[in-house]
């Protein structure tokens, strides 16, 4: 019951599962979003970089990147990118022996870019050099080595000041500065890819590095994914519309109105921060308040509970236990196996009352930590039990007698019976005979009940092998062999008039089947549902079934009364069958 009591404190807990695995640090991991955002970049790469390459064999100039005063991307910078995306997809699957092979040849090739561009400067050459781009190349290839060897702090931080340079280039050009003739000579479409790279290489491995923190659970991961985003954008458009205007009015007033803008930006940012935290806050306080409420609920239920319940630390010490295990006393109990399972305490005395119940270990990240106990008192129903034996020792003694008297009584009758028939006729001596066989048959029915010591039903198999040796003696039919097989058990009620018919069967075949005093007997009992009786002798036989007979009209009395069919057959010996259902116990009033 107290299990039930805690499944039901669980689910009022629950009852907005989104806010509370929030407050818990449980809520989905928003590094899954930043590894689908890396692939994306990565694929915007690819197909920007294979536009670039395809406005160059088609010569539009759109595509190669003529666009706000930029130059083209050249087709080898594109294909270098589309190298670059491709091994960052590799990456993301922990494909890293590519990424390997493809730093190595970066790292070479624009290292000697590099070293050739500034010899050529020393002599006045190289104006329209792309060394900026060569530097980053060789930072993405440095980028590529480290995460390959699971380094993530280094290159995160490489990759971030390559986002940043191509930042300034990709929005100079959006705010009409001059930036390919006076600043860092990098094409438009260039610096969108730089921008892309940088920003899949640091959504790459969201939980190492200097952008862990960002996708944590805890509340500031989620001021940091909440208020990054907002902070760019606010930013990007205010630089951008501060540059726009800066042309149009006085000297000076576009930096003034950036600097006002800036702090205007960043109270705003304090005040979304301030509610966001006070938000959380209130949360917090509300989930603390159910918490509470949850743990007084949930101490009344235990408290109140007619079980004795206690908490038990590893070292078997008590830390709880509720009022129905104080008032037992009870402060230790034998430690349970650190197996993880269950314990079942079948009986325990305490006092003068008898309890059962269980020992249940507690787990801590697979670490054995406790267990807890709860006993239930039985006393009341070992009282009963106790009863209730008693009450069954009475009823079987009872029964025991009244088989035993029956018995006694039946044998008397067959006592009175042979005297009688000492001074009868012959004619009158044969059915005083057979009427003493079939008392005797009812006799050795109640013979077997009392011996076997179960009144709920008789064995037919010990009963048929009695009546079969009293038959044998009373006829003295020492030369016909005998086969029972009757694993079978009936109730009382079915056990008479089967006994009976059994006894007639047997008795016929013993008389009249065997002038030579040699054969054999089979008795067979089956059940399958139904039951079936079978009793068949290897004897000469007989000529049709006689009709009228004492011994077949009372075969068919008790088949009528068994509710099942009677057959004789007559074949190379005669076997009487009969299949019928057990009856049910008749109330007698």
């Known amino acids: 019951s107290w299990i039930s009591c805690a499944a039901s404190i669980r689910k009022i807990l629950l009852h907005d599962p989104t806010e509370i695995l929030w407050v818990l640090n449980l809520e989905p991991d928003s590094a899954i979003l930043a590894r689908r955002l890396s692939l994306s970049f990565a694929i915007a790469v690819i197909i920007l970089s294979s536009l670039t390459i395809t406005g160059h064999l088609m010569g539009i100039p759109q595509l190669r990147g003529e666009i706000l005063g930029s130059p083209p991307t050249q087709p080898m910078t594109a294909a270098v990118f589309l190298t670059l995306g491709s091994t960052i997809i590799l990456l993301s699957k922990r494909i890293r022996t590519p990424a390997l092979y493809i730093a190595t040849f970066l790292l ?48 995160q931080v490489l990759a971030f000041s390559a986002g940043t340079v191509a930042y300034c280039v990709v929005t100079g050009y959006l705010g009409g500065v001059g930036v390919y003739s006076q600043y860092f000579q990098m094409a438009f479409y260039t610096a969108i890819l730089h921008l892309l ?24 991961g989620h001021l940091a994914r909440l208020l990054i985003p907002i902070m760019i954008a606010s930013i990007t458009l205010l630089g951008l519309f501060t540059m726009k205007i800066s042309q149009r009015l006085f000297p000076g007033f576009g930096e003034v109105f950036l600097m006002g803008m800036t702090s205007s930006l960043t109270i705003i ?6 509610d966001e935290l006070n938000r959380i806050d209130e949360k917090r306080s509300e989930y603390q308040r159910d918490l509470l409420e949850a743990q007084k609920f949930f101490k009344d239920v235990v408290e109140n509970l007619a079980e004795a319940v206690a908490v038990f630390d590893h070292e078997g010490s008590i830390i709880y236990r509720n009022s129905a295990m104080k008032k037992l006393g009870i402060m230790d109990l034998p430690r349970p196996s650190s197996s993880g399972e269950p314990v079942m305490i079948e009986r325990m005395k305490v006092g003068d009352g008898h309890y059962t119940g269980w020992m249940v270990p507690r787990f801590s990240d697979g670490k054995f930590t406790g267990y807890i106990v709860s006993l239930t008192d039985i006393t009341d129903l070992i009282g009963i039990q106790r009863s209730l034996e008693s009450t069954v020792g009475e009823r079987d003694a009872l029964l025991a007698e009244v088989h035993h008297r029956v018995k006694n009584n039946l044998q008397i009758i067959m006592s009175l019976l042979n005297i009688q028939a000492m001074n009868a006729s012959e004619e ?123 011994g077949l009209s009372l075969m068919r009395a008790l088949a009528d009364q068994l509710e099942g069919e009677l057959e004789i057959e007559s074949d190379h010996g ?13 109330k007698r009033t």
Request: a negative charge; hydrophobic letters at 45%; aromatic letters at 10%.
């Open 108 to 155: 070479v090739f624009y290292t000697l870019t590099v070293t050739g561009y500034l010899q050529t400067s020393i002599t006045g050459y190289g104006s329209n050099s792309r060394f900026i781009s060569s530097i980053l190349f060789i930072i993405y290839a440095i980028i590529l080595i480290l995460f390959s060897s699971s380094r993530y702090t280094a290159p």
């Open 197 to 220: 790279t940088s920003a899949s290489f640091l959504s790459l491995y969201p939980e190492e590095g200097i952008v862990a923190p960002i996708h944590r659970s805890f509340t500031g």
């Open 269 to 274: 940012v304090v005040i979304l921060a301030s």
């Open 428 to 550: 009158a001596r044969e059915v005083l005979r057979d009427a003493q066989s079939r008392v005797r048959a009812m006799a050795i029915l109640h013979e077997t009940i009392y011996d076997s010591g179960n009144f709920t039903g008789v064995d037919m198999g010990s009963f048929i092998t009695r009546l079969i040796e009293r038959l044998v003696s009373a006829y003295g039919v020492y030369g016909i062999h005998f086969q029972v097989d009757a694993d079978v058990r009936v109730n009382l009620e079915t056990a008479i008039p089967l006994g009976l018919l059994i006894n007639e069967a047997v008795t016929n075949s013993i008389r009249h089947a065997f002038p030579s005093g040699e054969g054999s007997i089979t008795v067979t009992m089956e059940s399958d549902g139904l039951l079936y009786l079978r009793v068949e002798d290897d004897g000469t036989g007989m000529e049709g079934v006689p009709d009228g007979t004492v």
């Open 574 to 586: 005669t076997a009487v069958s009969l299949r019928f259902r057990e009856l049910e116990y008749m």
